[in-house]
């Protein structure tokens, strides 16, 4: 093994180290890498670059574009929608329905976008049947990983294959080449989840009004609000009135939140009314025999009552007696409701308190949930994170002008009737025909893929179905393009310094002896154990050169080696972190690590020794 070798592997092995923690960005270690690739002059400068020039970063970015016109145009929620009605309240017809459903939205555009769209709707459509969300959301975001498995554009990996089989001079592969193995996977997917769906979470009968995700109460009591809920009353006296909340900055001087304001109607009434969201904001000001609603440590909320002489509550004032904490959050117009942070979320890494909720949207943050814990005090410090998700407060419209405006957060299971309010603009029917336009072009081959991608992306933004150039490039998830073409160097690397054919050498005289099923097996299954640990696009881009090199080796076809590295880099279920669709409905979906561990692994699995079985069937070696 030369030096060269030695150092690519040794990149190699840090940026596999660094995928892995999930402590820096996958960006970063990409382009990281590509730099020591050039500064130990293992690639030129212009073979470190060709990532970017690459056809499938470009289509990539093309394919960003126009699932952004058609979630804008509103044309996959109409859908999804429409389709979704049809399975009723029964749980199997409903689980088959979003699963077919997801698949077919999954085929053409990203799987994590298809999964910010369909959630609040399957959430919705749960809870109208009264079935626990949790027993539909994870079905959705597997299905959403077999639609991708469907057509050459489905998901990343298949573009990587078939640009790697096209530059060793193989014919590339058809729009429509991974359709028969893809319905073989969403069959195995669809049939293996209704017997693996007795892992997820178990229907819960809830009492309480439903007005999101959870239940209020169960909302209230996960957060546990009312243990952290204190009331304080505004005396005669009292230093504070006559200021504004802005002025008196209690979060930063108490770490505390004021999250309404009630007081009395009349003098003649003992009842209080709660002050409108917009009315209690930073300019509200505090006045005389005000009851503010305080929610933080009862330390600081003492501290924050001595300090300006106010009389901390307890429920024998005369206010209407509760029997639990839902309604000092929740009335006919006020509410509390879940919202996720979406995985390009402009949100992420930002503070709470410069997140703009409450300036913008008029509503506040109450706590987080990240991963197995709850985050309820010092809020206005914590960055926010993927998978993050945030219980708000805010009156019911607000909520909803949340759900409809804030592109960086899905709100989880608003309301039935608010989810079908879904306002379609008059450019849905020609979102649907440049994407019909675009699937016909990429089936007949009329012109390169790369250019009907690109011409359909540009034809949604001439026609309005993107709004403007602005809105295109946000579209656009910047850190998969980086890291794809950061990454895609890397097996020039690979195969420049001889690495990928001692690899591939290693693979063919360990399993090449037991003949080609048994490589196709270790092909297989070492990449979709790596998947777990790395994105599937990168794992693609890293073993398809290996793969394609051992199958030479062998003298067998690269057709069924390849499949088997987009599969298996595709079919990751077995982690809530390894795509991003798995992550994003973990909080929402209630699951724990084991959820995933229970209905992942045997599904992977199977779908591996499936598709071991069935890949020579259909690409002979």
């Not at 034809?459 to 656009?476: I, P, Q």
Request: aromatic content about 8%; proline content about 5%; charged content about 15%.
């Amino acid at each position: 093994m030369n030096g060269q070798m030695v150092m690519t592997l040794a990149v190699l092995a840090l940026a596999s180290a660094l995928f892995i923690s999930g402590k820096v960005r996958s960006d970063l270690v990409a382009i990281g890498s590509l730099i020591l690739l050039m500064l130990f002059d293992i690639l030129t400068p212009a073979e470190a670059l060709s990532g970017f020039s690459n056809s499938v970063v470009i289509m990539m970015v093309g394919l960003f574009v126009v699932g952004g016109g058609i979630f804008q145009t509103g044309l996959a929620k109409m859908a999804s929608r429409k389709l979704l009605q049809l399975a009723g309240a029964n749980e199997t017809r409903l689980l088959l329905m979003v699963m077919l459903v997801t698949a077919a939205i999954g085929t053409f555009v990203s799987n994590t976008g298809t999964v910010a769209v369909m959630m609040p709707i399957v959430v919705s459509l749960a809870l109208s049947a009264r079935t626990n969300p949790g027993r539909l959301l994870m079905p959705l975001a597997f299905a959403s990983s077999l639609g991708g498995m469907l057509t050459l554009i489905g998901t990343p990996p298949n573009l990587v294959i078939s640009d790697a089989l096209a530059n060793s001079g193989y014919e590339r592969l058809s729009f429509f080449s991974f359709t028969p193995v893809g319905l073989v996977c969403l069959a195995v997917g669809i049939v293996a989840m209704l017997f693996l769906r007795r892992f997820l979470p178990r229907n819960e009968e809830e009492g309480g009004q439903r007005r999101n995700g959870r239940s209020l109460k169960e909302l209230t009591r996960q957060y546990q609000l009312s243990q952290n809920l204190y009331r304080a009353q505004v005396g005669d006296d009292a230093p504070i009135r006559s200021k504004t909340l802005r002025e008196l900055d209690i979060p930063g001087q108490f770490g505390l939140n004021i999250i309404e304001i009630r007081r009395k109607t009349s003098a003649k009434n003992q009842f209080f009314k709660t002050i409108n969201q917009e009315i209690a904001g930073p300019e509200t000001v505090i006045q005389e025999n005000d009851i503010l609603y305080i929610n933080g440590p009862f330390e600081q909320a003492q501290k924050f009552a001595e300090t300006y002489g106010l009389a901390l509550l307890d429920r024998r004032v005369p206010e209407r007696e509760r029997t639990s904490g839902v309604e000092y959050y929740a009335t006919s117009d006020v509410g509390i409701a879940e919202v996720m942070l979406t995985p390009n979320s402009r949100l992420i890494g930002q503070l709470v308190k410069r997140s703009g909720f409450r300036e913008k949207f008029r509503v506040n943050i109450l706590g987080i949930h990240r991963k197995e814990q709850y985050l309820l005090h010092n809020l206005k410090e914590e960055k926010m994170r993927f998978g993050d998700a945030l219980l708000v407060q805010g009156t019911w419209k607000d909520i909803a002008l949340l759900a409809e405006e804030q592109p960086d957060v899905v709100v989880v299971g608003q309301p039935m009737e608010e989810s079908r309010k879904v306002t379609m603009d008059n450019k849905a029917p020609i979102a649907a025909g440049i994407m019909l336009l675009m699937v016909v072009l990429l089936v007949t081959e009329w012109i390169p893929a790369v250019a009907a991608v690109m011409a359909a992306a540009v034809l949604m933004v001439v026609f309005g179905c993107v709004r403007n150039m602005e809105e295109a490039y946000k579209t656009v998830n910047w850190e998969s393009i980086a890291l794809i073409g950061g990454m895609i160097p890397m097996s020039i690397a690979l195969e420049k310094t001889g690495l990928a054919a001692l690899l591939s050498q290693g693979l063919v005289s360990s399993l090449g002896s037991y003949g080609p099923m048994a490589l196709l097996a270790g092909v297989y299954f070492t990449t979709s154990v790596m998947t777990m640990f790395i994105s599937n696009t990168a794992c693609a881009v890293l073993l398809a050169p290996i793969a394609l090199t051992a199958a030479v080796q062998l003298g067998a076809s690269p057709y069924p080696f390849l499949f088997a590295v987009s599969i298996g880099a595709s079919m990751c279920f077995a982690s809530p972190f390894s795509t991003p669709p798995n992550a994003l409905v973990m909080s929402a979906g209630r699951y724990t690590f084991s959820h995933y561990m229970k209905v992942g692994i045997p599904l992977q699995l199977l779908m591996g020794i499936v598709m071991v079985a069935v890949l020579p069937l259909f690409f002979p070696f």
